[in-house]
């Protein structure tokens, strides 16, 4: 049935949006996955580990996929919603969840993990990271890549040429190196998106925050529209996210 951008609007300004489960997109948006398969080979790492770290966890909820947790395991989030979230997902598993910024110094001792992990963070603290592995530790993450999802930016930002530089994986394996940790793995690819419906692209903006900040739907009202009107026409809006792998190790 043809919903009006009004409805498509007003649903997807309504519903929550706190945690990492996209779930509500399901047939209205669609994302390819990186090759690699992050999750399983996450998992693999963990079940050899003896103390391991999760930062930027989010609400647990890719965490607590994997199969075994080591002795000892711990995971940090910024936000109060996915703090709740994943403390009720993660602790009756065992696993600690501690509350701190995403940028400040990691609340842990020197050399405490031999696994450091993360999906996505939002900023990457690497004296953080190499400080608390031990030596011989691994850190093992996925990250967002080099202009990911920039055709959706920039149909409401305009231009972002030095946004565009951000993220560049090789800019991130200097800043690992300058830490004291040796690149092992470093793979990128970018991965086809489509967004199906007005609704999809205002609840992936509320969630995504960094994408376009202060986005509200009154603000960007006529690019919405003007969106909506698009997708009517021609079908879904594409973009391209981006994706990097990276592995490294603490000699």
Same mark, same amino acid.
């Given at each position: 049935?043809?919903?009006?951008?009004?409805?498509?609007?007003?649903?997807?300004?309504?519903?929550?949006?706190?945690?990492?489960?996209?779930?509500?997109?399901?047939?209205?948006?669609?994302?390819?996955?990186?090759?690699?398969?992050?999750?399983?080979?996450?998992?693999?790492?963990?079940?050899?580990?003896?103390?391991?770290?999760?930062?930027?966890?989010?609400?647990?909820?890719?965490?607590?996929?994997?199969?075994?947790? @080591?002795? *000892?395991?711990? #995971?940090? =989030?910024?936000?109060?919603?996915?703090? $709740?979230?994943?403390? %009720?997902? /993660?602790?009756?598993?065992?696993?600690?969840?501690?509350?701190?910024?995403?940028?400040?110094?990691?609340?842990?001792?020197?050399?405490?993990?031999?696994?450091?992990?993360?999906?996505?963070?939002?900023?990457?603290?690497?004296?953080?990271?190499?400080?608390?592995?031990?030596?011989?530790?691994?850190?093992?993450?996925?990250?967002?890549?080099?202009?990911?999802?920039?055709?959706?930016?920039?149909?409401?930002?305009?231009?972002? @040429?030095? *946004?565009?530089? #951000?993220? =560049?994986?090789?800019?991130?394996?200097? $800043?690992?190196?300058? %830490?004291? /940790?040796?690149?092992?793995?470093?793979?990128?690819?970018?991965?086809?998106?489509?967004?199906?419906?007005?609704?999809?692209?205002?609840?992936?903006?509320?969630?995504?925050?960094?994408?376009?900040?202060?986005?509200?739907?009154?603000?960007?009202?006529?690019?919405?529209?003007?969106?909506?009107?698009?997708?009517?026409?021609?079908?879904?809006?594409?973009?391209?996210?981006?994706?990097?792998?990276?592995?490294?190790?603490?000699?």
């Amino acid at each position: 049935m043809n919903r009006t951008f009004q409805d498509l609007v007003g649903e997807a300004a309504s519903v929550s949006v706190t945690g990492w489960d996209f779930s509500w997109l399901d047939g209205r948006a669609t994302e390819v996955r990186p090759s690699w398969g992050y999750q399983r080979l996450m998992s693999a790492r963990l079940k050899t580990a003896t103390a391991a770290l999760d930062i930027q966890t989010g609400g647990g909820e890719v965490l607590a996929e994997a199969e075994n947790f @080591p002795p *000892a395991m711990a #995971a940090t =989030e910024s936000w109060p919603p996915n703090i $709740a979230k994943a403390t %009720a997902r /993660l602790h009756p598993r065992g696993a600690v969840v501690v509350a701190t910024p995403d940028e400040a110094a990691l609340p842990f001792a020197d050399a405490a993990f031999d696994l450091v992990t993360c999906r996505h963070p939002a900023a990457i603290r690497w004296d953080e990271i190499a400080r608390v592995l031990q030596s011989g530790g691994t850190y093992f993450a996925q990250h967002v890549g080099p202009a990911s999802v920039f055709e959706l930016v920039e149909y409401f930002l305009g231009p972002q @040429p030095e *946004a565009r530089r #951000a993220r =560049e994986p090789g800019d991130e394996a200097a $800043a690992a190196g300058a %830490a004291g /940790l040796e690149i092992t793995d470093l793979r990128t690819e970018r991965l086809r998106m489509e967004f199906h419906d007005i609704g999809a692209v205002v609840y992936f903006l509320r969630k995504v925050v960094w994408m376009v900040p202060g986005f509200t739907v009154d603000t960007y009202r006529d690019r919405l529209r003007g969106l909506h009107d698009r997708i009517q026409r021609q079908g879904p809006f594409v973009a391209y996210s981006a994706r990097t792998l990276v592995e490294a190790i603490k000699p």
